[in-house]
């Protein structure tokens, strides 16, 4: 049985269009060509853009990058792509679409809208003409309207504006897809499940290499790692959009859930160490990391209480070190000296911004970061340590040079993941240059 092929939009926190790219081939060799799944199709990476990798494929693609992506931050289905030089093209072009195939009008509905350099003078009055566009659609063909719902619709709706294009997306996610079902509590700065995903990608981590997080907090790289190691999906414990759309059928999707199932059993069967580990200072973090990650089904992970510039090699072989330490605008450093003079600049502006440019390092930050830059360089030769941060000064401070610097946004901070590869002897003082 062959089923319809779809143009995919998958969008991700900027600076991993290409690990996700390279995911999103790995979910289609294995979850969907490989799958016993009739009306499965293929799935076929295309391009990159900032922010995002699109693809093609069927509904069954469309469920499995769903299900299996760790990096996206949501599945858009392409419903209609057409030129407009006003409001009333876009209003005729979503009106034109066939969107009682997708959805009835008693279910609920939002509109989202997002622009690049386009002419339109209200964003927010486009967004309305969209909606009314896709309502007036409904009622013409099905009868009557479609509530809107911003909170919790059944179904959203995204149009993408470039100059001169628009383009309707169906999303297929709902929640967002960093959203797993297993964080309990935030702690206080934790990082986006897709974006520590990501970062687990870009350092070339693979299950059964030792990686060490000493900055765990709510333990998001651990918990990713280790589902990643136990073949556990990370869309496996929560529901989808897609569920709520007509063309959603519940045998083929269990298909797919019961193949993500065996794969887990099949990763458990041959996975004998596990070796992943963390560690904070704070003993209420780890009370959090605990918890997050007994829901997110890898309990038994080695965590301990310590302070970063006392931390030791968890294993004798050597392994990946990541952290995302605090960052002066987001979380204090602990167990230092006293803080410096208060910067006078409000909050709220520092926070808009360019936070990675205009850090300034606090003297006891400094003085923490250059312990933790002697305990990496005397106690961990041989292994490579990512470290996430805002801050362009870090490498100074650690007195390492990156061998690699990475942009990242960990939301609309701009951020760098530095690569510093710890030789036996190494010691570098010369501050690294940016
Ligand atoms: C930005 S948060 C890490 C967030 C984490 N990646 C997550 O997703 O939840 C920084 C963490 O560093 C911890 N921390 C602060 N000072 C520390 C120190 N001296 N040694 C170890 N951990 C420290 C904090 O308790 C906090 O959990």
Known sequence: MSSPLFDWFVPCPRGLEAPLAAELAEIGELHVAGAPLSGGGSLVVGAQVPGGVHFRG??????????????ASRVLLKIAQGPYRNENDI??????????????????????????????????????????????????????????????????????????????YLDTSGEPLFKRGWRLDKGAAPLRENLAAGILRLTGWTPGTPLFDPMCGSGTFLAEAAQTALGIAPGSERRFGFEKLKPFHPGMWQKLKTAATEQRRAARASQSDINIFGSDISG???????????????????????????????????????????????????????????????????????????????????????????????????????????????????????????????????????????????VRNRPAEE
């Open 58 to 71: 069927g509904w069954v693609a469309g469920m499995a990058a769903n299900l299996h992506s760790r990096i």
């Open 91 to 168: 209003y005729e072009l979503t009106h034109r679409q066939r969107w009682e195939q997708w959805f009835a009008p008693s279910q609920t509905m939002r509109v989202d809208l997002t622009a690049i350099k386009s002419p339109v003078k209200s964003l927010e009055f486009t967004t309305l003409r969209v909606k009314d566009a896709v309502c007036d659609r409904l009622r013409d063909v099905a009868g009557s309207r479609p509530s809107i719902d911003t909170a919790q619709p059944d179904v959203r709706v995204f149009a993408f504006l470039t100059v001169n294009e628009c383009t309707l």
């Open 284 to 426: 209420d973090m780890l009370e959090k990391a605990r918890a997050n990650l007994h829901r997110a089904g890898v309990p038994n992970l080695s965590l301990k209480q310590v302070d970063a510039r006392n931390m030791v090699p968890p294993t004798d072989a050597p392994g990946i070190l990541l952290a995302n330490p605090p960052y002066g605008e987001r979380i204090e450093v602990r167990g230092r000296g006293p803080r410096g003079e208060v910067r006078d600049t409000p909050r709220s502006r520092r926070e808009d911004d360019d936070a990675f440019a205009r850090a300034q390092p606090d003297p006891a930050d400094t003085e923490f970061f250059v312990s933790f830059g002697n305990a990496l360089k005397q106690r961990f030769p041989g292994w490579r340590a990512y470290v996430l941060t805002s801050d362009r000064k870090l490498p100074g401070m650690l007195r390492l040079r990156e061998s690699t610097k990475t942009p990242l946004f960990n939301g609309a901070l701009e951020c760098r993941l530095f690569r510093f590869d710890l030789i036996a002897g190494s």
